[in-house]
C-alpha cells in the first residue's frame, strides 16, 4: 500500500512498508468491524416506544464474550505485528552490515552538512567532499552513517528510504542504508527544531557507479577541511 | 430544518470570510516593516541582535550593506561553508525573500531603525594597541568606524564586540570570503592578515567598540 504513494529507494524500504501493511490491515479490520457492530447495536437497539431500555451490567458469560473473544483476536494479531515488527527492527536497527562506506552526517540549524568519503573510502582523508545539504551516494552500495548534532535535536528523514533516525547533541550515532534506485529525492529534518526547521530540506542523489565517480571527480577537495564530527 | 439551513449558512459564511483574511490584498510586495516580521525571530524586535542565536545586530546598518549581505546569502555566496554555522542558520532564512524589491524594502527599513547600544562582551582587548592596527582597517570602514560604500567597507561603530571578533576570525580561516564570487570578502581576507593573533584581533574589536555608536 504505502509504496503506491512513495517509492522504495532502499534496501530494507520494503521491509518497513510490510510492517507498516501489516498494522494498517490488522486494526483497519478490527476497526471497520467494531464500528460495524458498534452501529449495528445502535441502530437495532435505537429508542422504541416498547418501554425503556433495560441496564446491561456485563457481567453473564454471554456477555463477556463481547469482550474476551475479540480481546484474544486482538492480541494474536499483536503477536502478528511484534513478531513483524522486531523482526524488521533486528534487521534495519541492530545488524550493521560489514562491508560498508563511511558517510558523515551533520545537523544544525538549519542546514545538513554531508561529508562524503572520498575515492579511498574512508573519512577524515584529504579527499573527503563536504556538502552542504546534498547527498551524493551510489546505488547498491550500502553506507553506514555518522549522524550528530551540533545545538539542538533533529531527525535524519528520507522518506524514500523508509529511513528516520534522531540526532542528538553530543552522540554520534550509528547506522545504514542500501540505495537501490537511481535518481534524486527529498531528505527532510523531521524533529521541530526552531523557527527555521521548514526552511531545511537537503537533496539526495542516487547515482550509478559511473556517476557517481565522475561527481567524485568534479568535486575533489580543494582546500577545504574536513568537517569533523563534534 | 431551518436551524440546520442556519448552521450551513454560518459555515460557508464562515469559510468565505478566512478565504477572504488568507488572499493576497494586492499583487505589491510587502514593505520592509513587514518582512523584517520574519527577521525579529533572531534578530530581535528591533533589530539590536542576540548573540545567543548568532544574530548580530542590524539595526541602522547601512542599506547598501545589509541588501548586500541579503543578495550574498540568498546566491550561497556566503553561509556556504560546512564550518560557517552561523551562516548557514542565516541561509534558509533568506529564501523567502524571492524578489530583490524585498531585499531593498527590508534592507531600507532596517536602516531605518535606531542603531542599538552595544553590550561589552569580549574581555581582555587593548583599544590603544588596536588604534595601531585599525589605521589599515580605517581606509576603508573609515576613521571612526562609519563605513564608506565606495570603498565596500560596512559601518564597524556600534557592531557587537563578539560579533566584530567572530567577523576577523571567519575571515582569517577562509570560512568566510573564500567563495570565488566574494571580491569583497576576498579583499577583507587580505586585510584580516595583519591581526596575527588573537590577541591583536581584542585589540582591534576593543578600539571600533570604543567609537561613538552614531
Same mark, same amino acid.
Given at each position: 500500500m504505502v509504496r503506491s504513494f512513495l517509492v522504495q529507494a532502499s534496501s530494507f524500504a520494503a521491509d518497513i512498508d510490510f510492517v507498516i501493511d501489516l498494522i494498517g490491515v490488522l486494526v483497519g479490520f478490527w476497526f471497520v468491524l467494531a464500528s460495524c457492530v458498534f452501529f449495528y447495536l445502535i441502530l437495532r437497539f435505537r429508542?422504541?416506544?416498547?418501554?425503556k431500555a433495560e441496564w446491561v451490567t456485563g457481567e453473564e458469560k454471554s456477555q463477556k464474550r463481547w469482550i474476551t473473544i475479540p480481546h484474544i483476536l486482538v492480541l494474536i494479531c499483536d503477536i502478528f505485528i511484534l513478531v513483524g515488527a522486531v523482526r524488521v527492527w533486528v534487521h534495519v536497527k541492530q545488524t550493521m552490515p560489514e562491508e560498508t562506506t563511511p558517510v558523515r552526517i551533520v545537523a544544525q540549524q538549519w542546514a545538513w552538512t554531508f561529508v562524503h568519503a572520498g575515492p579511498d573510502g574512508a573519512?577524515?582523508?584529504?579527499d573527503d567532499i563536504v556538502k552542504i545539504d546534498e547527498l551524493h551516494v551510489q546505488k547498491d552500495v550500502t553506507y553506514r552513517y555518522e549522524l550528530s548534532a551540533l545545538d539542538v535535536v533533529h531527525d535524519f528523514s528520507v522518506p524514500v528510504f523508509r529511513l528516520k533516525q534522531d540526532a542528538v547533541p553530543g552522540r554520534v550515532i550509528e547506522g545504514w542504508f542500501k540505495p537501490t534506485l537511481a535518481g534524486e529525492f527529498d531528505i527532510q529534518c523531521?524533529?521541530?527544531?526552531?523557527?527555521g526547521h521548514g526552511m531545511m530540506p537537503a537533496e539526495l542523489f542516487i547515482e550509478t557507479a559511473e556517476q557517481h565517480t565522475a561527481w567524485m571527480a568534479d568535486h575533489a577537495p580543494k582546500s577545504l577541511a574536513a568537517v569533523s564530527a563534534p | 430544518m431551518a436551524s440546520l439551513r442556519h448552521l450551513r449558512l454560518s459555515t460557508t459564511g464562515a469559510a468565505l470570510a478566512l478565504f477572504l483574511a488568507a488572499a $493576497?490584498?494586492?499583487a505589491e510586495a510587502p514593505s520592509g516593516e513587514q518582512i523584517f516580521d520574519h527577521c525579529t525571530?533572531?534578530?530581535g524586535s528591533a533589530g539590536e541582535g542576540n548573540q545567543l542565536v548568532a544574530a548580530p545586530p542590524i539595526a541602522g546598518m547601512a542599506e547598501w550593506y545589509v541588501a548586500k549581505q541579503l543578495r550574498k546569502f540568498r546566491d550561497g555566496?556566503?553561509?556556504?561553508? *560546512?564550518?560557517d554555522h552561523e551562516g548557514l542558520r542565516m541561509r534558509p532564512m533568506?529564501?523567502? %525573500?524571492?524578489d530583490d524589491t524585498w531585499i531593498d524594502n527590508v534592507s531600507s527599513y532596517t536602516a531605518s531603525l535606531p542603531k542599538p547600544a552595544p553590550v561589552a562582551? @569580549?574581555?581582555?582587548?587593548d583599544a590603544a594597541k588596536g588604534a595601531g592596527h585599525y589605521a589599515t582597517c *580605517? *581606509?576603508?570602514?573609515? @576613521? *571612526?568606524?562609519?563605513?564608506n560604500q565606495a570603498t565596500n567597507g560596512p559601518a %564597524?561603530? =556600534?557592531?557587537s564586540d563578539w560579533y566584530l571578533y567572530q567577523s576577523i576570525e571567519k575571515f582569517k580561516t577562509g570560512v568566510? =570570503?573564500?567563495? $570565488?564570487?566574494d571580491t569583497d570578502g576576498a579583499v577583507m581576507r587580505g586585510m584580516v592578515m595583519? @591581526?596575527?593573533?588573537d590577541q591583536a584581533m581584542k585589540d582591534v574589536v576593543a578600539h571600533i567598540t570604543s567609537f561613538p555608536t552614531n
Open positions: 429508542s422504541k416506544d416498547e418501554g573519512l577524515d582523508t584529504d523531521a524533529e521541530m527544531c526552531g523557527i | $493576497p490584498v494586492s525571530q533572531c534578530h555566496i556566503r553561509g556556504k561553508d *560546512a564550518r533568506v529564501r523567502f %525573500l524571492t562582551t @569580549l574581555s581582555g582587548g *580605517a *581606509a576603508c570602514h573609515g @576613521l *571612526a568606524g562609519e563605513g %564597524l561603530a =556600534g557592531q568566510r =570570503g573564500s567563495d $570565488p564570487k595583519i @591581526l596575527t593573533d
